[in-house]
Structures are given as C-alpha cells and as structure tokens.
C-alpha cells in the first residue's frame, strides 16, 4: 500500500491507564496498540537498525507508557516514552501498518524473546507508571 492509497488517521487517543494508543482511520478501522507494541517496533535507528540487518531486540518495556504526542507535519508523530524514548517518528501509514499486523508482530517479538531466554514481566493494566 503506498502512503498515497494508505487510509488517512481521523483519530487518536492516548489511554493511559491501559497503556494504549488507539488510532482510528478514515476506513473505518481501529486499532489498539498498545505502548508496549509501539515501543519495541518503533521506527528510529535506534531500534530498527541503520542497515539493513536485524532490528535490536529491546525487553524490559511491558510497563513504559508514551509521555507526549508530538505533531510532525500533516504525516506522522513522534511519540515521547516515559523510558526516555523519543527519536521514532511514526507516519500515519506506519501507524496503520502496525495495526494491521499487529497479532503476526506481536507473536514474532515474543518468539524472539523466548529465544533470547527473555520472560515477560506480568504488569496490572492500571499500574502506575
């Protein structure tokens, strides 16, 4: 899908006692995403590398919430985590890639994690953060 044919944003709502960023789009889907998510697929350097090798694998955010919603242009945000985070800028087309493959990226990140002898920590949904 290019950025031209990719629906366009019509809402978003940081909720966070949940820890989620809902997004809406004028197609008529919504998505969840939680922060967690966000964090550990963000699109800076940082995260997703600076070739084209492997993106790093980052653990350790399941209670990381998103301080501030910053506007960048008419395309994108850049989201500020409470970790420190805050150099991913996410298009609106990113944004609505991520929803969509959400439960395949969800599960793979997982997968990556159990490899690495990674193991989730359990956070209350509203836990403070």
Same mark, same amino acid.
């Given at each position: %899908? &290019? $950025?031209?044919? $990719?629906?366009?944003?019509?809402? %978003? &709502? =940081? ?11 004028? #197609? +008529?889907?919504? *998505? ?5 998510? =966000?964090?550990?697929?963000?699109? #800076? ?10 993106? %790093?694998?980052?653990? +350790? ?10 506007? &960048? ?5 850049? =989201?500020? *985590? ?5 150099? +991913?800028?996410?298009?609106? +087309? ?12 969800? #599960? ?10 990674? &193991?989730?920590? #359990? ?7």
């Amino acid at each position: %899908m &290019t $950025a031209a044919s $990719a629906p366009r944003l019509t809402a %978003m &709502t =940081l909720h966070r006692r949940s820890r989620a960023l809902e997004v809406a789009f004028d #197609s +008529g889907e919504v *998505f969840q995403l939680p922060c967690e998510y =966000l964090r550990v697929f963000s699109p #800076s350097a940082e995260v997703r590398g600076h070739g084209a090798g492997p993106s %790093m694998l980052v653990v +350790g955010k399941e209670a990381v919430n998103i301080q501030a919603i910053e506007p &960048t242009g008419h395309y994108a945000v850049r =989201l500020v *985590f409470d970790d420190g985070h805050n150099s +991913g800028i996410y298009t609106f +087309g990113q944004l609505h890639t991520l929803g969509l493959e959400q439960a395949h990226n969800w #599960s793979a990140y997982l997968a990556r994690l159990q490899s690495a002898g990674y &193991t989730r920590k #359990s956070i209350p949904q509203d836990a403070p953060s």
